[in-house]
């Protein structure tokens, strides 16, 4: 394996208050311009289809990053899907079965909060799924983008970094806030204790699946005010590319 992309994030990346909003309002503009370019309601007809999905660590900061990007937005022109283990009948079938009825058309849009890298991840470090199928998974996931992306697909796949300290600061917080303690559960607490596993699968995940035509943005996200930003500026860098 090449060496830690993980470790090679800089997490000391901040913003200040009040270069946030500012950076927050004009970035979330600027997106709502696009998102009605993609949609046709600019211009007149159907831009392609834009797929935005997110990995990373437990308390992350995945929710507050999608809250900013589609705050602009009218909520008729996006839908978001969360993605938790496989149920009895989605185990029935291929393990990208469930996700194709949320891809998007053209002129839609779609936020995946975890997706088809579970099976690479939580299920591979869970004993979910076998050695074998985990394996096969990685040329599975890199022919699934290929085909999304030659119909047209914008895809942007973010996987947001936190050091193991700051994770655990979240999850002590979160522990003592009476509106917030339903996002952690025993599992979450559980997963820390694998930490160095995950971190081998994520390591992996990157080196197999991060190519030229479906990179990887690792966006530092020890600040959550800087990954904020940092997933708008990445999302509206892919759109206006598709656009040009």
């Known amino acids: ?19 946030y909003e500012r950076l927050l309002q004009d970035r979330q503009e600027a997106f709502l311009e696009l ?10 007809s159907l831009g392609p289809p834009l797929l935005i999905l997110f990995e990373g660590w437990d308390a992350g900061g995945k929710g507050g990053c ?5 705050e602009p937005l009218d909520p008729r022109h996006y839908t978001v899907h969360q993605y938790a283990a496989p149920n009895a009948r989605e185990k029935r079938h ?11 058309g053209h002129g839609g849009m779609c936020i995946f909060d975890r997706s088809w890298y579970g099976r690479v991840l939580v299920e591979r470090v869970e004993g979910f799924a076998t050695r074998q199928q985990w394996r096969h998974a990685y ?11 030659l119909e047209g697909m914008i895809l942007v796949k ?20 009476p509106l917030k303690q339903w996002k952690l559960t025993e599992e979450d607490w559980r997963n820390r204790s694998k930490r160095q596993e995950y971190e081998d699968a994520i390591e992996e ?6 190519t030229v035509i479906a990179p990887w943005t690792l966006a530092p996200a020890e600040s959550k005010l800087f990954a904020r930003i940092k997933v708008l500026d990445t999302v509206i860098e892919r759109v206006e590319a598709a656009l040009s």
Do not use: C
């Not at 470790?7 to 000391?12: A, G, I, P």
């Not at 998102?35 to 007149?44: H, K, N, V, W, Y």
């Not at 995940?205 to 991060?210: A, G, I, P, S």
């Open 66 to 70: 999608i809250r900013r990007l589609v």
């Open 1 to 19: 394996m090449t060496s830690s992309r993980l470790q090679n994030v800089d997490l000391n990346q901040s913003l200040a208050q009040d270069e």
């Open 139 to 149: 040329e599975e996931i890199r022919h699934w983008e290929s085909l999304l992306i």
């Open 35 to 44: 998102r009605l370019r993609l949609g046709g309601q600019i211009g007149g």
């Open 205 to 210: 995940m990157l080196e197999e699946t991060d």
């Open 94 to 104: 291929h393990f990208l079965w469930r996700f194709w009825p949320a891809i998007p």
């Open 158 to 177: 973010f996987f947001l970094h936190v050091s193991d300290g700051e994770q655990k600061r979240r999850f002590k917080n979160r522990a003592k806030h």
